[in-house]
């Protein structure tokens, strides 16, 4: 039995219905958890990016503490521009704007 469907007609629709189905998945991931997995790769060797943990940089405030210091709003922006800390161990972070905006909505999400 063939798995894959048979397409009658025109190969243009055949090819834009295998391309539906092949970015179908990342149409569906959630933007909460590609922001936690980006933060987690970038952000965790020094900062808690859970709603509970310590840092394990002790001076690395909890990204669920950010939004008393920062304008979450504006955060992704930020984020896209480059974020750079007066701290030498701190490195320059920049995002583009889907992850950027995926970080945003997952640091909205474990505010305190």
């Known amino acids: 039995m063939n798995r894959w469907p048979r397409f009658e007609g025109s190969p ?6 295998f391309l539906v ?3 179908a998945p990342a149409f569906a991931q959630d933007p909460s ?6 933060l987690q790769q970038s952000c965790a060797s020094c ?3 859970g709603k509970t ?3 394990p940089n002790a001076g690395a405030p909890p990204f669920r503490t950010l939004g008393r210091s920062y304008d979450l709003d504006t955060f992704p922006r930020q984020l ?3 974020v750079v800390s007066g701290h030498p161990d701190m490195p320059e972070f920049k995002f583009n704007e889907a992850d950027a ?12």
């Open 12 to 17: 243009i629709a055949a090819a834009l219905a």
């Open 21 to 23: 189905l092949l970015s």
């Open 33 to 38: 958890d590609t922001g936690r997995a980006l």
């Open 47 to 49: 900062h808690a990016i």
């Open 53 to 55: 943990g310590d840092s």
């Open 80 to 82: 896209q521009r480059g």
């Open 101 to 112: 905006r995926a970080a945003g909505v997952y640091l909205r999400s474990i505010q305190e």
